[in-house]
């Protein structure tokens, strides 16, 4: 029941098999498996160093399902974590269907050769996975993941309806260098080089990337200017409360950040269009992510802190309320913890535990989900027992911009 299989081994899944391995009784047996071995070594290595714990590894290439179904079969896991790429997700899902295996994952499926995102193509494995008695939970990380078990939290706790949905994510963390993303380098500039989109009128508003600006005073960091974006659970979110009226996902940036990627995407080094270098294909945004820092590697120069919540706008009892809820989450102290930067860290932990929750059949349901559509209580005593406590605070008015 608790043999779990991980997929990928990057600086999200370094996070997520640590903190299991700190809790024996809920993760018996643990295997990583990787397209790099290298790379599973070195996390096996630390994580029997630190707990005395053993876990197992083995080399995987989990675009090919037949790959993936044979090693299932060999060690027969409850469930599959999920942490290698978007690209990987509907592959991993197949497998999972032949093997009769659950699924978990962090972020939502994503064409290789088109940088475009949405649920659609997961959600329409929901009957095949309800068929066959199998639970695939979508986006456990912590955006989407906690922002979406933030969403449930607060319309079950602290208002009737919902009106409006504001994400602010802030990483205040400085790594000193010139430029580095603080997840894999292809999926962050697929992402902040999109057109930001959010909902409003009923219906997905569009415009440009980068461009919409407001300076927002985080707690414990400042104020910090922050950029409208889409990201993935606006879908999900307007769909499960479609009471929703605007629905929109800020991040914040700084100067020497926007101006690198500015560059990058005028000299076309962000495209992910094939070119043709001395007889290879070669496309630009993967070459790039091969001569920028390894994300995984930022941990022990990363100081400063992130702060990630919701921003939440309805009625109670016929008065509109506004309520803040976030989590603050400091660079050092979880290099000290686990040896990686607080966002990889801030992913990690939520998809240990929404893994926990489904071994422990807490969230156990046949079907393809979204975190927001389970109780929100178990996960949220569950982040603050396991290092991403939150605070809900009122605010006195809505927001202004
Ligand atoms: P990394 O690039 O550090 O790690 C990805 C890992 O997946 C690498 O070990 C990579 O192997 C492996 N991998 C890639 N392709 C394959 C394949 N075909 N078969 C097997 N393994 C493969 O990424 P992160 O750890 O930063 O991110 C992991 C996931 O978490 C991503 O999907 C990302 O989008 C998501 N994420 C979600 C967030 C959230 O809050 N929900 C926030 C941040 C990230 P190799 O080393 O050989 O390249």
Redo the contacts with the bound molecule.
């Keep these: 029941m608790s043999n779990v299989l991980v997929?990928?081994?990057?600086?999200?899944?370094s996070v997520t098999v640590h903190k299991m391995a700190m809790l024996p009784n809920v993760f018996k047996n643990i295997t990583l498996?990787?397209?790099?071995l290298k790379?599973c070594q070195d996390i096996q290595t630390k994580v029997k160093e630190k707990y005395n714990i053993n876990i197992n590894i083995a080399k995987?290439?989990?675009?090919n399902i037949n790959e993936t179904v044979k090693l299932i079969n060999k060690i027969s896991p409850f469930l599959i974590i999920n942490?290698?790429?978007?690209?990987?997700d509907l592959n991993i899902m197949e497998a999972c269907l032949i093997t009769n295996t659950h699924y978990l994952?962090?972020?939502n499926y994503e064409p290789k050769d088109e940088a475009k995102f949405e649920y659609s193509w997961q959600w329409d494995y929901s009957k095949k996975f309800q068929e066959k008695g199998l639970m695939a939970l979508l986006?456990s990380?912590?955006?989407?993941?906690v922002t979406n078990v933030y969403t449930a939290h607060t319309k079950k706790h602290f208002l009737n309806s919902i009106h409006s949905l504001d994400i602010l994510d802030c990483n205040a963390g400085d790594h000193g260098h010139p430029f580095a993303t603080n997840?894999?380098p292809e999926?962050n500039i697929r992402e902040v080089t999109s057109e930001s989109k959010h909902w409003e009128n009923n219906n997905w508003q569009v415009g440009p990337a980068l461009t919409n600006k407001v300076s927002f005073d985080f707690p414990e960091i400042g104020p910090k200017n922050m950029y409208l974006m889409y990201h993935e659970e606006l879908e999900s979110l307007v769909k499960h409360f479609p009471e929703i009226k605007k629905a929109r996902f800020w991040m914040t940036f700084g100067d020497s950040y926007l101006k690198h990627i500015e560059v990058l995407q005028n000299i076309g080094m962000t495209s992910i269009k094939p070119i043709n270098y001395n007889g290879m294909d070669i496309v630009p945004l993967q070459f790039l992510k091969q001569v920028l820092p390894?994300?995984?590697s930022l941990g022990n120069r990363t100081k400063g802190k992130t702060c990630i919540g919701t921003i939440i706008t309805g009625q109670k009892n016929g008065k509109e309320e506004t309520h803040y809820t976030y989590n603050i989450c400091d660079h050092e102290q979880c290099y000290e913890e686990v040896g990686s930067q607080a966002?990889?860290y801030?992913?990690g932990v939520p998809a240990m535990i929404g893994a926990m929750l489904m071994i422990q059949k807490i969230w156990y349901k046949p079907g393809v989900w979204n975190v927001e559509q389970f109780d929100p209580d178990p996960f949220m005593d569950l982040l603050n027992k396991h290092g991403l406590p939150s605070q809900t605070i009122q605010l006195d008015k809505k927001l202004s911009f």
């Design positions: 997929i990928g081994a990057g600086g999200v899944s498996a990787s397209r790099t790379k995987l290439d989990a675009d942490l290698a790429l978007p690209y990987q994952d962090t972020a986006g990380g912590f955006d989407p993941g997840f894999n999926i390894d994300p995984g966002i990889s801030t992913t």
